[in-house]
């Protein structure tokens, strides 16, 4: 493994949150060798041993024995590869998820309960959950969770983005015909065109909508449907040298379902962190 010895970048408050509760303060090390489940002193560590790459799926609770031996040379002798660790830190936050699930009885905590078993039914709105949470947030004092309702309900604008709501798009001048015939009615057909065509700009875009305008673009049967965002070249690529071309930008619905299944996870987590008592 090369040690990256750049100066290290702050990770931003909200993702070193989100490690923290995904992981309960558990080594993902631990318990994915040993099945070790106890809270740990640790770490949060560069999974590619690069401090200023901050992005969430590059971050782990390690212990710190287990932050000293991946960070080590030993690590290449015990294995200790990213892919590794990522599958180790996976069943880690499945565990932690469905502790917090069933931790406490009904009786103890029923608001808090009742909302997220009322998340996960397959019915359920997320826009109208994640309201009824922030009133619980308010009662609580819980700032974190206030702020992270308040944005996922009305968007993140003028406020930092989380890592979940980076998406691939492309952009470009010109307008796809869905229908025409070389698509043959499937959208990876369709994205496997604009990659190889330079007329379309390969973009990661920070999806800001709220929760519930997510919710209103997912509705009916658009698994199969081209989604298109318009606008000004400024609001998605401002280095542009023509920034007032309207253009098209052009991404998959399962980029937004991957964002509802992101935003209902951080706030099952967070209510199940507002519940108090320990995982047991």
């Not at 991946?70 to 180790?88: A, I, M, N």
Request: proline fraction near 5%.
């Amino acid at each position: 493994m090369t040690i990256r010895k750049g100066p290290r970048k702050h990770v931003a408050q909200s993702t070193e949150t989100d490690v923290l509760i995904s992981s309960a303060r558990r080594c993902c090390i631990c318990f994915g060798l040993s099945r070790d489940f106890e809270t740990k002193a640790g770490q949060i560590a560069h999974l590619d041993s690069d401090r200023t790459n901050g992005d969430l799926d590059n971050l782990a609770w390690l212990c710190l024995e287990h932050h000293n031996e991946y960070d080590g040379k030993t690590s290449q002798s015990k294995g200790l590869t990213p892919r590794e660790v990522k599958t180790y830190r996976s069943l880690l936050y499945a565990e932690v998820s469905a502790r917090l699930r069933n931790m406490l009885p009904e009786e103890k905590q029923p608001e808090a309960l009742r909302l997220i078993e009322r998340l996960h039914e397959p019915n359920s709105f997320l826009s109208s959950c994640m309201a009824e949470a922030l009133t619980l947030a308010r009662k609580a004092g819980d700032g974190q969770l206030e702020s992270f309702c308040r944005c996922e309900l009305s968007g993140y604008f003028d406020v930092e983005v989380p890592k979940f709501r980076v998406i691939d798009a492309f952009v470009s001048a010109n307008r796809i015909n869905y229908q025409h015939w070389i698509w043959a009615g499937d959208l990876n057909n369709a994205f496997e065109f604009m990659r190889r065509d330079p007329a379309f700009i390969w973009k990661r875009l920070n999806y800001r909508q709220s929760i519930g305008e997510i919710e209103a673009v997912l509705t009916g049967d658009v698994e199969k449907t081209l989604l298109v965002i318009t606008g000004p070249m400024k609001d998605f690529i401002p280095s542009s040298t023509t920034p007032d071309v309207q253009v098209n930008v052009y991404l998959q619905p399962s980029s937004l379902t991957s964002i509802l299944v992101s935003s209902r996870r951080v706030l099952t987590l967070h209510l199940a962190v507002l519940k108090g008592p320990p995982l047991s």
